[in-house]
């Protein structure tokens, strides 16, 4: 049955949420099959499909392209599109022009941005115009040239304070839900304990009320020198299965394996009479 929002809403308390990337068909396929609760559409899609170094590059076009490809999978996953660097940053008005092309023509679910109380005038304008808003603080990549890099935040006091009151923030705001990233698990359980909505942690510990990973990092398909991140965990090696699969087809051809009569058509109703004919008569064209 497809996850709505309240449904995941009411999972606080009572079961762990799961949530995974997924950027394709094959991916949003694979992802609802596994039954995993949401979907997240995210810009990440910059570094592990578009090969981008960050995700500040990834743009509107390129994200809703991507949503539309795991919307046509009619994943039973709720479908969440995030909003990419600069699509949400200048005025309520653009900010809900590009978030109603996510839902009206990419038919996502709902939509996440990075950002705490910052975002107030953006946030009111989505939930006002009833689209499910996810926020995501902590460790938001966007700003990665404000951290400094990609710095886990909220350790000392006042920072864990400040990531405590935008939490509060968004929920008052009308969040559905928060992604924590990068953030000590402390500050993570502080914050789950203390909002009534559920927290998604991705290297936020182990007391939040979900958890989401990048679908090409747990799979994973990436050459394993980028996979360095500490809250990564590679269930498998899909990137040494392609590329075996890819020596194996080299070999094949080569050795001229594949392909066998069993993958080839046969000739129909031609005889090899008439292909003889067939064949002078393309001689006779050709001399
Ligand atoms: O873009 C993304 O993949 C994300 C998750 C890591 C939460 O924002």
Known sequence: MKKTVPKIVSLKNDRVISMMTAYD?????????AEIDIILVGDSLAQVVLG???TLSVTMD????HVKAVTRAKPVSLVVADMPYMSFHSTPKETLHNASRFIQEGKADGVKL???SKRKNMIEALVNAE???MGHLGLTPQSKNVMGGYKIQGRTLELATQLLEDAITLESLGCFAIVL?????IVAETVTENISIPTIGIGAGVKVDGQVLVYH??????????IDAK?????????????DSMKSFKNDIEKQTFPTENHSYDAGELTENNIKEWKKEVKKILS
């Open 217 to 226: 990092d747990l799979i994973g398909m990436k050459s394993k020198e980028y």
């Open 114 to 116: 990075e950002g705490g």
């Open 62 to 65: 390129e994200m809703l392209h």
């Open 25 to 33: 068909y094959p991916s949003a396929k694979a992802v609802s099959e």
């Open 231 to 243: 809250f990564v965990k590679r269930y498998s090696n899909q990137y040494e299965n392609v590329v």
């Open 131 to 133: 689209i499910p808003v």
């Open 52 to 54: 981008h170094d960050d």
């Open 181 to 185: 990233e990068g953030v000590p698990s």
